[in-house]
């Protein structure tokens, strides 16, 4: 499994994780301004960093369930649109996955898309096609022990995959969610692919080998949403329209709590 850390600021008392997925540039349907706004929000946030979880790009190709015919962009002027459009806020990128829709072009020729987005952007270190488990570490802990100007970081783990299935129905979609924890454990969970933006929490004893104690930890776990109007395949095979809100995940330096609003 791919990990990468990321380290910022003693200083910051926050964070903010902003979860950018199935944007689908190049698709007729994907909301330009919608993916500009979702840019925006990171790019203005002081505290705000990125994950790129896949699908960025809508990549159709003659064999996929995706209209060819109706894309707006060719597949390299699609990775170049999304480079464009993620300049402003390569520095704010703390891991970057691929999905199911820059895959095809990975099973037919070979070729990894996405890969190529985050090596124009520098961060290839941070990317991973099939998912990347992050440690994120900022501001400043307190509590017992820990002197003012001395006290560690706080930190975070998650895990993040594009994901797949899923179903129709909105149970189906919280189970595929849900399940990501059987996978590694960590602190929060981010998932895409199913279009529903979603949040939820359970809670999960950790080992704790250096007290030799299980300690109850809360899991947060965030489905992400789509920035596309309904119709095409969707509309079509008879799936739900879909919410284009965005869940943004919010993270406390003091005392560690994720939260998530919608």
Not at 141 to 169: C, E, N, V
Request: proline content about 3%.
């Amino acid at each position: 499994m791919h990990s990468v850390r990321a380290d910022f600021p003693q200083e910051w008392d926050c964070c903010n994780v902003y979860c950018l997925s199935d944007l689908h540039i190049g698709d007729e349907r994907s909301c330009a301004d919608v993916v500009a706004q979702r840019i925006k929000q990171v790019e203005s946030d002081p505290h705000g960093v990125c994950i790129l979880n896949g699908d960025i790009m809508n990549t159709a190709t003659k064999t996929s369930v995706s209209d060819i015919y109706s894309e707006r962009l060719s597949p390299m002027q699609q990775i170049q649109a999304a480079v464009k459009m993620l300049t402003p806020i390569k520095n704010k990128i703390i891991a970057a996955t691929s999905g199911n829709h820059e895959a095809r072009i990975y099973r037919t020729d070979g070729i990894d898309t996405m890969r190529f987005v985050c090596r124009e952007l520098g961060i290839e270190d941070k990317y991973h096609p099939d998912g990347v488990l992050v440690f994120l570490r900022f501001g400043s802990r307190t509590g017992k022990g820990y002197h003012k100007d001395k006290s560690p970081k706080q930190w975070y783990s998650i895990y993040a995959t594009h994901g797949s299935g899923g179903g129709r129905k909105e149970g189906a979609k919280a189970i595929r969610l849900a399940d990501m924890a059987s996978i590694v454990d960590a602190d929060i969970y981010l998932h895409g692919h199913t279009h529903l933006p979603m949040i939820l929490k359970s809670n999960f004893y950790r080992a704790d080998s250096s007290n030799c104690c299980a300690k109850l930890v809360e899991k947060l776990f965030v489905n992400t949403a789509a920035a596309l109007e309904y119709g095409g395949y969707g509309q079509a095979q008879e799936f739900k329209p879909a919410s284009t809100s965005n869940p943004v995940v919010h993270l406390a330096a003091a005392r560690k709590k994720a939260t998530a609003t919608l």
